[in-house]
């Protein structure tokens, strides 16, 4: 069974945090519900005494960073006065003692907690404070495009059935294409980004209801992206913002499609990308 999108990000997450950091141990997951998380990714243990571990908001080290929706650490976890000690089991099996525990919060929301540790009672530096921060903003990126996405497919399925349905909704369809098209490159787990390229696909058959189809023209994916933000008159750099390129690339595969499609301008390329099927 492939890995869910979580457990993806999440591992590498944990090993950027260890290599960044230099810490031998780093472990997390998400929240299950509002308060509690559960331990699913261990990198650099010795045991699996951590796996599994539900941490709740408030409880140790890891539940006081879920509550105070911050970064938290100890010097020494077990003789520490500033947490609870509900899980110094565990956290004593695997041999811990100077631990760092920073939250992933999604939309000022809490989803998951990252943790990362050492072995002896060292007190924790500021590249080591940078790291751990820098690997939760890896998890939160991860999770706010899938939620993104999500959000986009539940609304696509709708349009895609009768895009016509209301006035507006057309432009509405075009609109979802180009933002299901820039999130696509960014979507790791390989089942959710198929299906978004399938109703991208689907989003764009769909204008063969309203306009003639011409045959014969192939795009590669990039150049597909490109008109897609161009279709909805963004400039090169802005489309370059929205696909993570730089303006010369955009530039390029713009060009590229627009000889593909014989067209002179980019109005052109965006009409005859439109009657071959390629955008709504």
Same mark, same amino acid.
């Given at each position: 069974m492939?890995?869910? /999108?979580?457990? /993806?990000e999440m591992q590498a997450a944990l090993l950027r945090l260890r290599r960044t950091s230099g810490l031998p141990v780093a472990f997390g997951g998400l929240l299950s519900d509002t308060?509690?998380?559960?331990?699913? $990714?261990?990198?650099?243990?010795?045991?699996?005494?951590?796996r599994g571990l539900v941490i709740s908001a408030g409880s140790g080290l890891g539940g006081k960073a879920i509550a105070l929706s911050r970064p938290c650490a100890v010097t020494d976890y077990a003789s520490s006065r500033h947490i609870s000690h509900e899980y110094d089991t565990a956290v004593a099996a695997e041999g811990l003692r100077s631990v760092v525990a920073v939250p992933v919060v999604v939309r000022r929301k809490v989803r998951g907690v990252l943790y990362g540790a050492l072995r002896a009672p060292l007190t924790l530096g500021d590249r080591t404070f940078d790291a751990a921060v820098a690997a939760a903003r890896d998890v939160e990126q991860a999770l706010a495009v899938r939620d993104e996405v999500q959000q986009l497919l539940a609304v696509t399925? $709708? $349009? /895609?059935?009768?895009p016509l349905a209301a006035p507006g909704a057309w432009e509405d369809v075009r609109e979802a294409h180009r933002e299901l098209r820039a999130l696509a490159p960014k979507v790791v787990d390989p089942a959710l980004?198929? $299906?978004?390229? /399938?109703?991208?696909?689907?989003l764009a058959a769909a204008a063969g209801a309203r306009v003639p189809r011409a045959?014969?023209?192939?795009?590669?994916?990039r150049e597909v992206d490109v008109l897609a933000c161009v279709a909805a008159g963004?400039?090169?750099a802005a489309a370059a913002g929205r696909l993570g390129l730089r303006p010369e690339t955009v530039k390029g595969y713009l060009r590229s499609a627009m000889r593909k499609l014989g067209a002179?301008?980019?109005l052109e390329a965006v009409v005859a990308a439109r009657r071959a099927g390629l955008l709504p």
């Open positions: 492939p890995e869910s /999108v979580d457990a /993806v308060r509690h998380a559960r331990i699913a $990714e261990l990198n650099g243990a010795q045991t699996t005494a951590l399925r $709708e $349009e /895609v059935t009768d980004r198929d $299906e978004l390229l /399938v109703v991208c696909g689907r045959r014969g023209f192939q795009l590669a994916p963004a400039t090169n002179h301008t980019r």
